[in-house]
């Protein structure tokens, strides 16, 4: 090895993150940026009140509680939280997550959503923290599933005297759905439709659970995945979103 490769590795290894660049902008990253740079980290679009008190997304409307969809198709979720609009930068951060192997960024965005949750009125409430699971052949060919990263993140970072369980077991997709990308709600839930089964029944009887997804957008795949678990015995299903779309 010459002594430039010899220094390039050396940087490589103690100096640059091995993750190499900013996934939104493409700034080198060092040490101490860990997965995003800075001006980025602190550009994102972290969302504020007011949020729907059933799924946390953006709503522009004060005096409402509750974004259009929850009002209008009795959405079965207890509360939520989500933390970034899901605009430009925030769309970029999730495709590096699910598309180009960092599921150690969706851990550590994870984490600064768990610090964010512990601060919620209904957090010590939850007994489980489920992700919405992949289809074995989804996650096979990505090598991990985003949603349980992100779900990793949020048990890492809460930090609140409860301690619930982080459990990727419980909830499976059984059914191999296609790609969501560009259809409505009501072709996203018929698609969705039976799609997901609980393994352990028991485990769940009367548990308060949150469920863990990386976008919020009908909100269809998370509204299947909720009503699985109530129907299979939960009490209740709060939802935790990366992303939301604004209603």
């Not at 949750?117 to 209904?122: E, F, G, N, V």
Request: proline letters at 5%; a neutral charge.
């Amino acid at each position: 090895m010459n002594l430039k490769q010899t220094l390039l590795t050396f940087l490589e290894n103690n100096l640059f993150l091995k993750n190499g660049t900013c996934p939104i902008c493409g700034r080198v990253l060092f040490i101490t940026d860990r997965f995003l740079c800075h001006q980025c980290e602190d550009d994102l679009p972290v969302i504020s009140n007011p949020t729907c008190s059933q799924c946390g997304r953006p709503i522009f409307r004060h005096q409402r509680k509750e974004c259009s969809p929850c009002a209008k198709l009795n959405l079965p979720f207890a509360g939520g939280y989500a933390h970034l609009s899901y605009e430009d930068s925030a769309k970029r951060l999730v495709q590096a997550i699910k598309f180009k192997d960092r599921p150690h960024l969706g851990i550590w965005m994870g984490t600064h959503m768990g610090a964010a949750i512990a601060q919620s009125q209904w957090v010590n409430r939850v007994d489980l923290i489920i992700p919405v699971p992949l289809h074995p052949n989804r996650q096979a060919e990505r090598g991990y599933n985003q949603s349980e990263k992100i779900a990793q993140g949020i048990y890492e970072g809460l930090k609140i005297s409860k301690d619930p369980e982080l459990s990727t077991k419980i909830l499976v997709r059984s059914r191999d759905t296609p790609h969501q990308l560009g259809q409505g709600r009501e072709e996203r839930l018929s698609n969705l439709t039976g799609a997901f089964t609980v393994e352990a029944i028991e485990v769940i009887q009367n548990k308060t659970i949150l469920l863990v997804d990386d976008v919020l957008t009908t909100g269809a795949t998370l509204a299947e995945s909720a009503a699985t678990l109530l129907e299979a015995g939960a009490a209740q299903v709060y939802i935790a979103t990366l992303c939301a779309v604004a209603e």
